[in-house]
C-alpha cells in the first residue's frame, strides 16, 4: 500500500505555493520594478541605443522629433489600456497604469539624479538591458506590466500559452531594426543585443506556472 504521504503533499506546502501578495508588496514591486526599468532607460539615452517595445517607439520619437521620453512613453501606451482592461481585468489595468505613469516620471527624473562621466556602449547595451529586463520581470510577477507590446505579451502567454520572452523578442526586434533609418549601424547593432539582453532574462524566469504568487 502506498505510503499516504505521497499521495498529496502537506497542506502547509500547497498552501505556500499560493501565497497572494499583500498590496504593501505589490506598491514596493512597483517602485522597484520601474525605478530598474528607469535606470535601463537612462543608460540607454545617454548612449544612444533604444530597444524594443513602447519603450523603444518612444525612443524613436525622442530622436527624431525631440519629444521627451517620458511625455512620449505615456501618450503611446494609451491606446492600449483597452485590450488590458478587456482581457486582463481592472486589476492589471490599474497596476500598468500606474507602472507606465512611474517610468515616465523617473525616466525624466533619473538622468538628473545620476551622471556618467563615462559609460561604454557595449556595457549600456547589456545591462541596461539586464536592468530592465529585471524591472519588467518584477512587475510580471506582481501582475503589472509596462503597457504595449508588454499586455500583448502576457495576454498572449494567458490565452495560447506562447512564452511572453519569445514573443516580445520577436517583436522587440523588428522594432529595433526599423532604428536604422534613425540611428547609426552600429548603435543599432548594439540595441539588438540589448534587445536580447533584456528577453532573455525573461525568456529564463518568466514562463507559466514557474511563479505561483498571485496578487
Known amino acids: 500500500m502506498a505510503d499516504a504521504s505521497s499521495e498529496s503533499p502537506p497542506e502547509d506546502a500547497v498552501a505556500a505555493i499560493f501565497i497572494r ?3 504593501w508588496e505589490d506598491a514596493l514591486a512597483l517602485l522597484m520594478g520601474t525605478a530598474m526599468v528607469a535606470l535601463g532607460i537612462a543608460l540607454y539615452g545617454h548612449a544612444g541605443l533604444l530597444t524594443g517595445g513602447t519603450v523603444g517607439l518612444a525612443f524613436l520619437l525622442k530622436y527624431l522629433l525631440g519629444w521627451p521620453f517620458g511625455l512620449a512613453f505615456f501618450l503611446i501606451n494609451l491606446p492600449f489600456y483597452a485590450l488590458a482592461i478587456w482581457r486582463m481585468g481592472w486589476p492589471f489595468t490599474l497596476r500598468t497604469v500606474c507602472a507606465v505613469a512611474l517610468v515616465s516620471l523617473l525616466a525624466e527624473l533619473t538622468p538628473q539624479w545620476i551622471g556618467f562621466a563615462q559609460l561604454n556602449p557595449l556595457y549600456a547595451a547589456l545591462f541596461g538591458g539586464f536592468a530592465m529586463g529585471l524591472g519588467l520581470l518584477m512587475l510580471f510577477r506582481h501582475r503589472a ?47 539588438i543585443l540589448g534587445a536580447v539582453a533584456l528577453n532573455l532574462v525573461l525568456a529564463i524566469n518568466h514562463r507559466a506556472g514557474r511563479y505561483m504568487g498571485v496578487s
Do not use: C, T, W, Y
Not at 522594432?175 to 540611428?183: C, R, T
Open 21 to 23: 501578495h499583500p498590496l
Open 145 to 191: 506590466s509596462l503597457g504595449g507590446v508588454n499586455i500583448l505579451a502576457l495576454f498572449l502567454q494567458e490565452r495560447f500559452g506562447l512564452r511572453a520572452g519569445k514573443v516580445q523578442m520577436g517583436i522587440d526586434a523588428s522594432i529595433v531594426l526599423a532604428a536604422l533609418f534613425v540611428v547609426s549601424a552600429d548603435k543599432v547593432a548594439l540595441s
